[in-house]
């Protein structure tokens, strides 16, 4: 059943696909310029694929932002109520709805891992590439299922608000743009208990040629609990007062 | 609890604020029956429909629905609803939308095959609620009636043993007022457990075994239709005016039990108390043509209930 439901909000979503289609654009061209300026030759050969990974993450969280103010604008058409009374479960919903939020990050990661590949070479052996472009893609759930929660609690004007200070607040601090290295080590270290700091590591691994750190993966798990237990409040609550 | 028994509230109570919304309310809904709750606006009708549905919690007292929590039948798919002011999705075909909401109740009836009813088919269930020609259509580009019809497929899609409909006709033409009447009714003939809110007293009169007036979050008046106006004890007597001119209110309203007087046309409208002085004095001043006693209508009777109140208005927002 919560395919059934995947399946009619991604109906909904293709049928009005405008917020896909900027999710896909604006990392793509940041990625593309930023990348081709002096900018990115500073660093070393590793700065086009460190690059590629933050702005294939940067238009994830864009995506999956996006799939939250889409629910905030379901909410005064009584949509979310009217699942609410339907036999289905709370987390079933949030789930199906999450699951909506993965898909629609998959046209910015593989965009930008396409243009790091054959624009910028980044190369990467074949089992390398799979691990960096899996690991943006499933590492995104946690901020997925946020973005989720914020759709279900917030307006659709104020969850486009929290959404823009994700996007680009926290693609910022979590060194989606530039490294954390270079901040203040103060801000390094709140940097790192961010989610999407945890989440771009995974993949900056493995450009790097290491394994994901055992303590990143559990931060970003500890998010990903607090996120779900937001979320499924947020459904909840959103249904009770909609 | 006795197992005909749809619904109980049983000294339930909901505040927002320092607002009272529901206070005290006791209500059992048989099954198979259908009932209306009329109230003024801010009675309390949408938070009591609300706690009935899971969607509102009660601060104290019980509901329960089917013998367990409203969520649990919820959830198990016994309830359909039809809840006050929702639009229908942009983005789905009338189709897609019954469609998916149909499918969500037969995956829960398939792991209870012990369910008396089954599902009924999409094609019915499109049929049943006169929405066969919108199936292609866009779910948002309706009118308010063809939205209701849809709304209303929404509800009983899954053959749920209790619906409720809050003010499923506000807004609507006459035309689709009735022809929204027809297929709840129709459903209803089915045995199941309807519950509506309605503005329109005339659906009360018309379409309910039982109304349950609610007033300041408790009921005041239970019972069929008849039974809540003769809790009313004036009469209406009209007749006939050969000369219009010739008759004044004022000598109307001053004749023996007339609390208040009507002209429309050549006919004339008086209120009383007393009816039978009333109709002997008009006897007595050759006032008799097409005279006829009635018993007050069921809006004086839902007036005269709620009256008490200080501060009714006629339109304003629902809880």
């Given at each position: 059943m919560t395919l059934a439901y995947v399946r009619l909000e991604m109906v909904r979503l293709l049928r009005d696909p405008g917020y896909l289609v900027m999710s896909l654009i604006s990392p793509l061209v940041m990625y593309l310029v930023f990348t081709n300026l002096d900018l990115g030759r500073?660093?070393?050969?590793g700065a086009a694929a460190y690059s590629m990974v933050g702005m294939a993450g940067f238009g994830a969280i864009g995506a999956v932002m996006g799939n939250g103010v889409s629910i905030a604008e379901d909410k005064p058409l009584g949509w979310i109520r009217q699942l609410r009374l339907l036999p289905l479960r709370p987390v079933n919903v949030v789930i199906g709805r999450t699951l909506c939020a993965m898909v629609v990050t998959l046209p910015p990661i593989l965009a930008v891992s396409l243009a790091g590949g054959l624009?910028?070479?980044v190369s990467l052996g074949a089992g390398r590439w799979a691990a960096v472009v899996g690991l943006l893609w499933l590492g995104i759930a946690p901020i997925a299922v946020l973005g989720i929660g914020l759709g279900y609690l917030l307006t659709a004007q104020q969850a486009q608000m929290a959404g823009l200070v994700c996007y680009m607040g926290l693609s910022l601090l979590g060194g989606?743009?530039?490294?954390?290295?270079?901040?203040?080590g103060w801000l390094t270290n709140v940097a790192k208990a961010t989610p999407i700091n945890r989440y771009g590591e995974l993949s900056w691994r493995i450009t790097d040629g290491h394994a994901p750190t055992l303590l990143g993966v559990a931060v970003l798990a500890g998010w990903a609990a607090l996120f779900v237990a937001f979320a499924v409040y947020g459904y909840r609550r959103s249904a009770r007062t909609a | 609890m006795p197992p005909n028994d749809a619904v109980v509230f049983d000294g339930v109570t909901k505040s927002y604020g320092p607002v009272r919304?529901?206070?005290g309310l006791d209500l059992r809904l048989a099954r198979g029956r259908t009932v209306a709750l009329l109230g003024p606006n801010g009675a309390g009708k949408s938070t009591t429909i609300g706690m009935l549905l899971g969607l509102v919690e009660a601060d104290s007292g019980s509901v329960t629905v089917f013998g367990g929590a409203p969520e649990r039948a919820v959830r198990d798919g016994r309830i359909g609803a039809m809840p006050q002011s929702g639009r229908l999705i942009p983005g789905v075909t009338v189709r897609e939308l019954v469609g998916f909401v149909r499918r969500s109740y037969a995956a829960k009836r398939g792991n209870q095959p012990s369910q008396a009813t089954a599902v009924p088919s999409l094609d019915d269930l499109l049929e049943t609620a006169r929405i066969t020609e919108l199936?292609?259509?866009?779910?948002?580009?309706?009118s308010g009636g063809q939205a209701q019809r849809v709304r209303f497929a929404l509800a009983v899609a899954g053959a749920p043993e209790l619906i409720v409909l809050d003010?499923?006709?506000?807004?609507?033409d006459i035309e689709s007022r009735r022809g929204l009447w027809t297929s709840i009714r129709a459903y209803a003939e089915g045995g199941s457990t309807v519950l509506f809110s309605t503005h329109y007293l005339d659906e009360a009169d018309d379409y309910a075994d039982r109304i349950v007036v609610v007033d300041r979050g408790r009921v005041i008046a239970d019972g069929t239709s008849e039974q809540i106006k003769q809790r009313v004890p004036g009469r209406t007597v009209s007749f006939d005016l050969?000369?219009?001119?010739?008759?004044t209110f004022d000598s109307l309203g001053g004749?023996?039990?007339?609390?208040s007087t009507e002209v429309r046309g050549t006919r004339a409208r008086l209120h009383t108390t007393d009816s039978d002085a009333t109709v002997l004095a008009l006897a007595k001043a050759g006032h008799v043509r097409n005279l006829e006693v009635t018993g007050a209508g069921l809006e004086e009777a839902f007036l005269a209930l709620t009256?008490?109140?200080?501060?009714?208005?006629?339109a304003g927002e629902n809880r």
């Open positions: 500073q660093g070393s050969d624009v910028n070479g989606l743009w530039v490294p954390i290295s270079t901040f203040p | 919304a529901v206070n199936a292609g259509r866009r779910a948002n580009g309706l003010e499923p006709t506000t807004g609507l050969d000369a219009p001119a010739a008759v004749l023996p039990g007339v609390a009256s008490t109140r200080d501060n009714l208005t006629s």
